[in-house]
């Protein structure tokens, strides 16, 4: 073994290690599923993570204040976040089962207030807060950005540095800034569950 297939052995052991010491702290960690080191996590429980989910180093999972305890960012089985995502929730950001996220991701369901000219926009909350959804088996390329009240299709493709404003279809692939729709397929079936690996 060279030394560098020790040193990520080590850095998988280590972070399984993490995943399960802090596990109990969110509203679900689901069974083989990994947080990646360094990563950021603000209100843990308003967080709930399924099973075989992969945060990469870098990442920043945010509840901003749950109100009633129930998880506002949910990530369903099978998905996997490259690293530097962000997903930040006030109402509720939800991805459903096996979504591709590429590296430097940002979904979000609020925007920064910053009407106030009295007050830095650090310290004027947050606005226009809608829930965001990517549905099962979609992509998000490197570096997309989800903006509130937002849903992505069931296997849509968002290409990279797209700024998506409006609701993406199923099957669909969107891209630029602001994103549009190029082209859609259609599946040559459409199974209730997707395929397994």
């Known amino acids: 073994m060279s030394l560098v297939e020790a040193h990520a052995l080590w ?3 280590r972070d399984r290690a993490f995943t399960r010491a802090v596990a109990r702290g969110f509203a679900g960690v ?3 599923t990994t947080l ?4 950021r996590v603000t209100g843990a429980r308003g967080i709930r993570l399924g099973a075989g989910v992969y945060v990469g180093a870098g990442g920043w999972l945010q509840a901003l204040d749950p109100a009633d305890g129930a998880p506002v960012l949910t990530v369903g089985d099978g998905c996997s976040l490259a690293g530097g995502v962000v997903l930040s929730a006030v109402q509720g950001v939800h991805l459903g089962r096996e979504v591709l996220v590429a ?3 940002y979904v979000a369901d609020h925007n ?3 009407r106030d000219p009295t007050r830095a926009v650090l310290h004027q909350g947050v606005t226009d807060v809608r829930p965001v959804r990517v ?3 979609a992509w998000l390329g490197q570096n997309v950005v989800i903006t509130p009240g937002v849903t992505i ?3 849509a493709v968002v290409g990279a540095g797209a700024v998506v404003r409006d609701d993406v279809p199923a ?3 969107a891209v630029g800034a602001p994103a549009r729709v190029v082209r859609s397929w259609a599946p040559a079936a459409r199974p209730d569950d997707l395929a397994p690996p």
Do not use: I, K, T
Not at 36 to 39: A, D, F, G, M, S
């Open 11 to 13: 850095q998988r052991a």
């Open 30 to 32: 689901g069974p083989g």
């Open 36 to 39: 990646c080191l360094p990563v």
């Open 103 to 105: 590296r430097g991701v």
């Open 112 to 114: 920064h207030a910053h």
């Open 135 to 137: 549905e099962d088996g």
């Open 153 to 155: 299709g069931r296997g």
């Open 171 to 173: 099957w669909s692939l």
